[in-house]
């Protein structure tokens, strides 16, 4: 199993640019979610699924959109980049719920300019 | 909503020695309570989780408590190894449905010297 994808390692935006962080898990999960980690903020949720079809806000979704189609993948689009959106994105997957151990990706370290 | 705090936010012990991290959690109705560990340029990992059912429990030299009266948890990490040497989190979530979601402390950075 690979476990949680992400795609890509890097990126560099620029103002106002559009872009899709990828993210694909192979264990089945239902669950799946986006953090933003800042440093001294720690990890902070952005959107979350519980199913293909069902998506929910998390602490900090203004800027970001998503949406899951299959169990697999989960999609964070970024419409308008801005420089607060400097950040690294993790995606995470985990069995039903929030409650579950939760299985983190290698990250998406983006820089908008 | 859940707000989880963390102390200390920098930690330096001797290789050998036992680190303590504490969490403070204000949801009451919070029920479990994961730690996870990030190496750097890596995806934080669980290393050892509690439910609200359980007062203690250790795996080999990691153990975490959890004071539901008090609405805080710590991490406690024996003998402590270079290899030791990470960010750590803290988090809570409530619930048992689906939409249920984690909240996370802001860190503790451990540093283990040789």
């Known amino acids: 199993n690979a476990g949680v994808t992400q795609t890509p390692k890097f990126q560099v935006l620029k103002t106002g640019q559009s872009m899709t962080l990828q993210c694909a898990q192979d264990m089945n999960h239902e669950y799946m979610s986006w953090y933003r980690q800042d440093p001294g903020m720690g990890l902070r949720l952005i959107h979350y699924?519980?199913?293909?079809?069902?998506?929910d806000q998390g602490e900090v979704p203004n800027g970001y959109n998503v949406s899951r189609s299959t169990t697999e993948d989960f999609p964070l689009r970024l419409l308008s980049a801005a420089p607060s959106q400097t950040s690294v994105y993790f995606c995470a997957s985990g069995g039903q719920g929030g409650d579950y151990e939760q299985y983190f990706g290698p990250g998406t370290r983006l820089t908008v300019t | 909503g859940e707000n989880v705090e963390q102390h200390p936010s920098t930690l330096s012990v001797q290789e050998g020695d036992s680190a303590v991290i504490k969490c403070t959690y204000s949801?009451?109705?919070?029920?479990?309570f994961p730690w996870y560990k990030q190496e750097l340029g890596k995806g934080p990992q669980l290393i050892i989780d509690?439910?609200?059912?359980?007062g203690e429990k250790k795996d080999q030299r990691i153990a975490v408590t959890l004071n539901k009266t008090a609405k805080h948890f710590s991490l406690h990490i024996t003998e402590t190894q270079p290899e030791d040497s990470a960010v750590y989190f803290c988090a809570a979530s409530k619930g048992n449905s689906g939409y249920s979601t984690l909240t996370f402390g802001k860190g503790t950075m451990l540093l283990v010297s040789p």
């Open positions: 949801d009451s109705a919070s029920n479990y």
């Open positions: 509690i439910r609200s059912n359980v």
């Open positions: 699924s519980v199913g293909a079809g069902i998506t």
